[in-house]
């Protein structure tokens, strides 16, 4: 029973909504009806609370209308009577003429009520109204009051008033008259005519009834509301399969329904329900409102649930959707060619018609009100052109952005435009070619990664055999009774075994640099001292290699911040390239200059080959100037002092010109303080 109940819950709550809404406004259209009536005098709302129908303004103003009828026909040559006769046994009336000796009354025996101004109701007649020597008197069930009070909307008093009144034509002819007239306590209907008095009394208590259901749905609708609104969100359910419904729906249906809520009751109202009782014109307005009441919260709550979804299902969403998917087919060269017709013809066809409506403006106010319309388009118009372009011409800085910095080599960061966006598809082709450069890069990565790797362990792994190779080696060397010829042999396997340790050191270094785990430290150095220091170690060596040194070097300290050991390894590899591969009998200039916020080295040598290979193509690994591979080198002496010289924060460059040999080392200067 529980489960049922919770089941139910939530359309009891929405039908509750739906109640209490629903007459809280068919209960407001029918009050806006009751006092925008056209018998109904808004000022004289209080009358409505009002019992007895003669204390009414509505009734002050038609007993005036009655009078007014009588004392016409007492002084003119026309009678009103017939207004009066329409009335039957609801009035009785007496008017006479002195001066012309005219009498008009439909009783016999006025005598005993009219007596010298004084009058004496018959039974059954509560009120009356009397004109006597100028002056207006009255009574409503036995109590006197007065006509000329200011809140009493007795009209007559100022038609024919003499001692407070205001008309003195009407006055004039009132000179000779007496009149008075009689209503009945309960105003009945008459069957031969159509009584003023009777209709007003009906009306009245029409409205009074309209009044306390009002009062009473308006009460329920109150009591419904609350409820609802103390439940609000259990009715969200029923608010999810109203805006369901509503989605199916277009736009572009949604305000035309709106539109004829709006338009048809205020037509039918005015045009063809003009005469019709008050609760015939009430009800075809209260029933729109009704309608349009809910259609528009039917709408909001399409809004609320399906929030964009409501503007884009529309016609023009449509269109403009299935004109995109054309667009995609399309290269951007044609799509703005078509855009740009489009636009531009739009923007003719609106101009010429503004130019034929302008002379019109000054004869027609709709005319100004298309003109108006017509100029919010075209600017509507521009702004979307211009914002399109805007946001073409942002998007191809993204673009070009984007390619900067794949060019920098970062592949991490990808191209985000917006899905709608002109060149979307374009960026997703960039960010696919940057996905698949960044995969050929991590597998190249990786590949690199596993070589050096390679070659670390296996260095590591030669090392141990080597050294005790070597060691034994030695100990060879040293024995007693060896024959010259296996000396010899001995002392080769000693220079190869060294020249396979320098090697495999080579490799370890190589592969340390490169992977960047080998470890720097960086100080204040003296760069010249380095160089003279680097080469008088190498003295043996330069001395002979049957080549001429020349020195350029400053007479003040060049310092920079760098890695000693590391750069004395590049300077060593450098100036052994230099003995290794320099024509005997050649100079050799080895010059330190400073240019700017730079320590510039230039090493110059004649080469003994021919060389033929590029500046770059030296700087790899393995890679040796000497193609017979005749001389001891084993290629990795640039490659290393070029991965060394990174790791100290300077550069490596080869130049070539003939036979001429330069290698450059550039590091950042430093200052003496």
């Known amino acids: 029973m529980g489960i049922k109940s919770k089941k139910y819950k939530p359309i009891t709550i929405w039908i509750s909504f739906v109640a209490g809404l629903s007459i809280f406004i068919f209960v407001l259209a029918m009050a806006l009806c009751l006092v925008t009536d056209e018998n109904f005098y808004s000022d004289d709302l209080k009358d409505l609370f009002k019992m007895d129908i003669k204390e009414t303004k509505e009734f002050q103003n038609s007993i005036s209308y009655l009078f007014s009828a009588l004392c016409d026909s007492s002084y003119s040559d026309v009678t009103y009577l017939p207004r009066l006769r329409a009335e039957g046994e609801n009035i009785i009336y007496y008017a006479y003429n002195s001066k012309d000796e005219k009498l008009f009354t439909n009783i016999t025996q ?8 004084n009058i004496s109701l018959p039974e059954g007649y509560d009120y009356y109204l009397c004109f006597d020597d100028g002056y207006f008197t009255g009574a409503n069930d036995g109590e006197a009051f007065d006509v000329y009070e200011e809140d009493n909307a007795y009209w007559i008093k100022y038609r024919y008033g003499i001692n407070r009144g205001s008309n003195y034509y009407y006055a004039l002819k009132l000179e000779y008259i007496d009149a008075f007239i009689a209503v009945k306590e309960n105003i009945v209907k008459n069957p031969y005519a159509v009584s003023v008095l009777y209709k007003l009394q009906k009306s009245h208590r029409l409205r009074q009834w309209m009044l306390a259901g009002i009062g009473i749905a308006f009460l329920l609708s109150v009591a419904g509301l609350v409820f609802s609104a103390l439940n609000f969100k259990t009715k969200y359910p029923v608010d999810r399969k109203a805006a369901d419904f509503m989605s199916h729906l277009r736009l572009e249906f949604k305000s035309l329904v709106i539109l004829l809520l709006l338009l048809i009751p205020i037509i039918v109202y005015k045009k063809y329900l003009l005469y019709k009782a008050l609760i015939v014109r009430s009800l075809p307005v209260a029933i729109a409102a009704f309608l349009l009441t809910w259609w528009v919260y039917l709408i909001i709550t399409d809004m609320v649930h399906n929030k964009r979804g409501f503007l884009s299902n529309s016609y023009i969403s449509l269109l403009a959707r299935r004109y995109s998917s054309y667009e995609k087919g399309l290269s951007l060269q044609k799509t703005m060619l078509i855009r740009t017709s489009i636009f531009l013809a739009a923007e003719m066809v609106l101009f010429s018609l503004m130019f034929v409506i302008i002379p019109r403006i000054k004869t027609s106010k709709s005319s100004l009100l298309l003109l108006v319309f017509m100029l919010a388009l075209v600017v509507y118009l521009s702004y979307w052109y211009i914002k399109r372009l805007v946001s073409i011409f942002r998007d191809v800085d993204s673009i070009i952005s984007h390619m ?20 979307y598809e374009m960026s997703e082709l960039l960010n696919g070619i940057q996905e698949g450069m ?6 190249m990565m990786r590949s690199e990664r596993m070589k050096i790797e ?7 792994d030669l090392k141990t055999p080597l050294t005790s190779i070597i060691s034994y080696l030695d100990l060879l060397s040293k024995e007693q009774g060896l024959t010259d010829v296996a000396s010899d042999y001995v002392k080769i396997l000693l220079q190869k075994s060294e020249q396979l340790k320098k090697l495999i050191q080579d490799l370890f270094d190589l592969s340390k640099a490169s992977s960047g785990e080998m470890k720097v430290e960086k100080e204040k150095l003296d760069f010249a001292k380095l160089i003279q220091q680097t080469l008088a170690d190498m003295e043996d060596e330069v001395s002979g ?3 001429n040194f020349r020195l350029n070097l400053p007479q003040e300290p060049v310092y920079i911040f760098s890695d000693g050991k590391r750069l004395y390894r590049v300077l060593m590899n450098l100036f052994d390239n230099v003995l290794k591969y320099s024509m005997k009998g050649t100079r050799v200039y ?12 230039e090493i110059k040598n004649i080469s003994n080959y021919e060389m033929n290979f590029s500046e770059e193509e030296i700087l790899e690994r393995f890679v040796r100037g000497d193609k017979s591979r005749t001389t001891e080198g084993s290629g990795l002496g640039l490659a290393i002092a070029d991965s060394f010289m990174k790791l100290c924060g300077g550069t490596l460059n080869i130049k070539l010109d003939g036979d001429l040999f330069k290698a450059i080392v550039t590091l950042p200067a430093m200052s003496a303080e």
């Open 110 to 117: 006025h005598e005993s009520i009219w007596n010298d101004g």
């Open 404 to 423: 900067k910095t794949i060019r920098n080599g970062n592949f991490s960061e990808k191209l985000s435009l917006a899905p709608n966006a002109d060149l």
């Open 438 to 443: 960044d995969k050929a890069v991590q597998k």
């Open 454 to 460: 390679l070659v670390t362990n296996i260095s590591h």
């Open 545 to 547: 290699s049957q080549l």
């Open 590 to 601: 080895v010059d330190l200059n400073t240019a700017g916020n730079k320590a510039v080295l």
